[in-house]
């Protein structure tokens, strides 16, 4: 099998293709019934960006209004690097003529950039016959985790893959590292275009409500679209619940999606059924909720859980993913019904799974075992050894995180629990309260530290998360320790065998962004050195080289 690559830099590359065909952009003028300032006579295009500082020669320049300059006033930039091109509003077409090119005119660049690019790259879904199916998941939590199981899914049936998540996209045995959650709509379009020509064959997108808010997959109609929860979150970018979960439901409308899986798991997901204008199948792992697919736990280990899942005319499959927790079957068991939707029968996905088990040690020839192969960087991932407390990682942010991750870790430990947590700054302050009681109910020992400040004061932020955690459990055992480097010792010198901490927060990311600069920093690294400092061997952890440059 070929060896992964993986491309990594401080600012991660844009994946293009490689062999763009040219578009006239008088044609796309004509397409889009766009007023044109300037002559595009034989003017021809191979790429879009909204960054001047990414321009490559060829490409149409996408000049939108920012929260502090207008992007066309970048204009000469992009004309510098090869641009031919600029598309923007009215207050950008002084900058873009300064710099000596034609100018496309819109109302809303913003808003036309995913029609644009989607016409650019020829990757829209009326006019494309051989792009790959399109599988997208939103929610509060899982997105990762159900997107990165999907393609795992998707491998073991033996198709070349594309991912696009938080953490990396992939196209076959490519990798990069992620700016954002979902890529801004000119990059996904270019993605799409490289997956092509990669010849993939299914991709698993992580679609955020930012991304939808923000125009980033307009464009696309995925083949099939999820749904996995909706809870406290984000509320820095919406007013309330109710705008948050507005922002979701365009997915699963027409322009965006075929058909729908949704979780029933919070009262959420009946509000996705019933607004939906497209077809759906619903999903649950309570047994008091009518759903048309079912999860039943079958057995909890250390090392993954076991689960089957049952749905109409009988159907039925038992399987194993290698992940802790009841919501991380409940994740994998909505990735197969995604498959189901995307006219994948169970019974192949059944034989797939069965294929290639080595990593139980339980399997043999005459028994053998069904499981879902995958790892997900930085979603409760154990970097200790054998002998000492078990040490896991995890990206989790959210109060509803918090409560599923530390009751995954609490099953597999039988001594006691320590919660490692900072808060993001310059985040939704909202919800640091709650994760604090949250944290501290859930776990024996609380070490409150740093995350990643931005722009605030990070000790004001540790004494919200302390006086909240205080107030809510006054004997809890808690300390207050900065930076998290000191953090993490600290956690690890207070335990021992069979004792267990979890450091929610940084999960894959590799770096702390502190006044708005990015040092490098690896929570998962830190946690091994800290080991090895007590004499704890950790163990070796995947040579994957994961990166990870955003969140939204």
Not at 111 to 128: F, I, K, M, P, Q
Not at 172 to 188: D, I, K
Not at 247 to 254: G, I, V
Request: charged share 25%; net charge negative.
């Amino acid at each position: 099998m070929r060896k992964k690559e993986h491309l990594s830099a401080r600012i991660p590359p844009v994946l293009r293709p490689e062999h763009p065909t040219p578009r006239a952009v008088a044609e796309l003028a004509n397409a889009f019934g766009l007023r044109v300032v300037g002559s595009v006579d034989a003017v021809e295009t191979t790429g879009v960006t909204l960054s001047a500082s990414e321009v490559q020669p060829g490409d149409l320049f996408v000049g939108v209004h920012g929260a502090n300059r207008h992007g066309a006033e970048f204009s000469a930039e992009a004309a510098e690097r090869g641009a031919v091109a600029v598309l923007t509003d009215a207050a950008g077409v002084p900058h873009a003529q300064a710099a000596g090119l034609p100018v496309l005119v819109v109302d809303d660049p913003r808003a036309a950039l995913g029609d644009v690019a989607a016409w650019v790259y020829r990757t829209h879904a009326e006019g494309a016959t051989d792009l790959p199916q399109l599988f997208a998941v939103t929610g509060t939590n899982g997105k990762t985790s159900t997107s990165y199981i999907l393609e795992g899914i998707l491998k073991q049936l033996g198709l070349v893959t594309g991912l696009s998540s938080t953490a990396e996209r992939h196209i076959g045995t490519l990798s990069v590292t992620s700016r954002l959650t979902t890529p801004e709509a000119s990059e996904m379009h270019a993605l799409l275009a490289r997956m092509r020509e990669s010849e993939v064959r299914a991709v698993a997108v992580e679609v955020s409500a930012q991304a939808l808010s923000r125009h980033r997959v307009d464009g696309i109609v995925f083949d099939v679209a999820a749904f996995t929860n909706l809870s406290h979150d984000h509320l820095d970018d919406y007013a309330d619940m109710e705008e948050y979960y507005q922002a979701k439901l365009p997915l699963f409308q027409p322009e965006h999606a075929r058909r729908g899986v949704v979780s029933l798991d919070t009262d959420w997901g009946h509000r996705v059924v019933q607004d939906s204008r497209i077809p759906v199948t619903t999903i649950t792992v309570h047994s008091d909720v009518e759903a048309e697919w079912h999860v039943d736990i079958v057995e909890a280990h250390a090392a993954y859980t076991e689960f089957r899942l049952t749905g109409p005319e009988g159907r039925e499959l038992t399987t194993r993913v290698p992940l802790i927790g009841w919501h991380m079957a409940a994740n994998a068991a909505l990735a197969i019904v995604m498959l189901v939707e995307g006219g994948f029968e169970l019974g192949a996905i059944a034989q797939a799974l069965q294929s290639n088990h080595r990593q139980y040690a339980d399997q043999t020839a005459e028994h053998p075992v069904s499981a879902i192969e995958c790892y997900l960087p930085g979603r409760t991932e154990r970097v200790s050894g054998d002998t000492g407390p078990s040490v896991y990682v995890d990206f989790g942010h959210s109060p509803d995180a918090f409560e599923n991750t530390l009751a995954a870790v609490r099953q597999f430990t039988s001594g006691r629990v320590l919660m490692l947590f900072g808060a993001d700054g310059d985040r939704d302050k909202t919800k640091r309260a709650d994760m604090a009681r949250i944290a501290a109910a859930g776990s024996d020992i609380l070490v409150v530290t740093d995350h990643h400040p931005r722009f605030e004061d990070a000790a004001s932020i540790r004494k919200t998360l302390v006086d909240a955690a205080r107030e809510a459990f006054p004997d809890h055992e808690l300390y207050e320790v900065s930076p998290p480097e000191a953090a993490i010792r600290k956690a690890v010198s207070l335990l021992g065998d069979g004792d267990s901490i979890l450091w929610a927060g940084p999960g894959h990311q590799d770096y702390r962004d502190i006044q708005g600069v990015r040092t490098p920093y690896s929570a998962r690294d830190e946690a091994r050195q800290a080991l090895r400092e007590a004499g704890w061997e950790p163990n070796a952890g995947p040579a994957d080289g994961t990166r990870a440059e955003g969140t939204r």
